[in-house]
């Protein structure tokens, strides 16, 4: 006898709330594992709405959400928009696979060039933003500079064609605080004026 039961029915007992134990500790596992897979795809649902798919970089949502931080930080940054020269002429000419690898070894060389306080997003196209914080248009101009020496060096090549690559940016500097649209449209109007001054260089925006 065991506590006043036969062994037969203690063993029987002691078998009965090891499969309960059993099965409680089996679903708590699997709650935890379906908590945490719910939590591995909503993080790759977010890294995914900011994350270009061609370049892996970030891409425009993400450039609105930190240019957004920058302003409101109040600290000094710098916005440059930029774009290739000549882009369309290569997507026409070499097809969209030569387009798309020119991009990617734009985003790589970006991602080489800018300094740690450096971050670049592809906004759509052959468009990308350069964001550097905390900075003086020295720095800037010396990192925008290094960014066009690069791309001039390149010698792309695609199906037996030779070009060379140029590309043109347009810069703010921001010691104030202003609204991102505006931001925004100085940068586009700066690298319009680029463009219009014959390509291959970078214009401040002046107002």
Not at 181 to 191: D, G, N, P, R, V
């Amino acid at each position: 006898m065991f506590f006043g039961i036969s062994y037969e029915e203690f063993f029987y007992l002691y078998k009965e709330i090891l499969k309960i134990l059993i099965i409680f500790l089996a679903g708590m596992v699997a709650y935890r594992f379906s908590v945490l897979n719910r939590l591995r795809e909503e993080k790759l649902v977010k890294k995914q709405a900011c994350t270009d798919p061609l370049t892996g970089g970030g891409n425009r949502n993400l450039f609105l959400k930190e240019i957004d931080i920058l302003i409101k930080k109040g600290d000094k940054f710098a916005l440059c928009f930029m774009d290739l020269d000549g882009f369309k002429q290569i997507n026409d000419t070499m097809g969209h696979d030569a387009g798309d690898e020119l991009l990617k070894r734009l985003y790589k060389t970006l991602s080489q060039v800018l300094p740690k306080n450096g971050s670049a997003y592809r906004l759509g196209g052959d468009e990308f933003a350069i964001a550097i914080s905390e900075t003086d248009k020295e720095a800037v101009r010396v990192g925008i500079e290094q960014v066009i020496r690069n791309t001039q060096e390149w010698d792309f090549t695609a199906d037996g064609c030779g070009k060379k690559m140029t590309c043109s940016c347009g810069v703010v500097h921001i010691e104030k605080c202003i609204h991102p649209i505006e931001l925004i449209h100085q940068s586009t109007k700066a690298l319009i004026e680029a463009k219009r001054m014959g390509r291959n260089q970078y214009r401040w925006y002046e107002l």
